[in-house]
């Protein structure tokens, strides 16, 4: 009972309030000034979705045919150029797992990777977004992702492998009880002539 009192009390209020106070509602197809114009005829743009991961990319569906998507992966492999000679093709790899998604993008924009992934290095990592095709018509029915927009996330370095005598010391030991067991068995096989 005291609910539907003060909710009673609060209507009241609200309709006692000049109407300078209380903003007018705006209406899509009432016209707009200035730039703030409302196109009504436009339609959703569903195209593009943030961060998809390569892994997504690798085992797609139709889902993201046709679709803007952005990844972030390294850079690894080699550099291959296109046939026509202003584009090229690098991979980038998931950082997760081993997937991989090739991307077709221009030489101006791969020349921003300054180390290819490989054994003893990290790639640079690029963030790329673009157009996903899961059967190209451009090539070859290869599923890839053309590029719009490419940039450094991190650059790459080299990851050489430390030399640790500690990881030899199992194989040593190793080595010595077995040539321990070779003269034992050896001394045996003498005494028994």
Known sequence: MMRKGMAAATLAFALMLPAFACP?????????EGDNAVN?????DSSFIYDTSITDLSTADTYYDKQTV???????????????GRHCWLQLASPSDSSTVSVYL???SADKVDTYGAYGRKGTTLQVRGTFNLACPDHDGASDLHAQVVTVTEKGKATPDEFDINAFIPGMVTVMIGLAMMVV???????QR
């Open 106 to 108: 221009t030489n101006e």
């Open 185 to 191: 068995f050896y001394l045996l096989r003498e005494r």
């Open 40 to 44: 009504v005829t436009q339609l959703p």
């Open 70 to 84: 952005q990844v972030t992966g390294e850079v690894v492999g080699d550099r291959i150029t296109a046939g026509d």
């Open 24 to 32: 007018q509602a705006a209406f899509a197809d009432e016209p707009a």
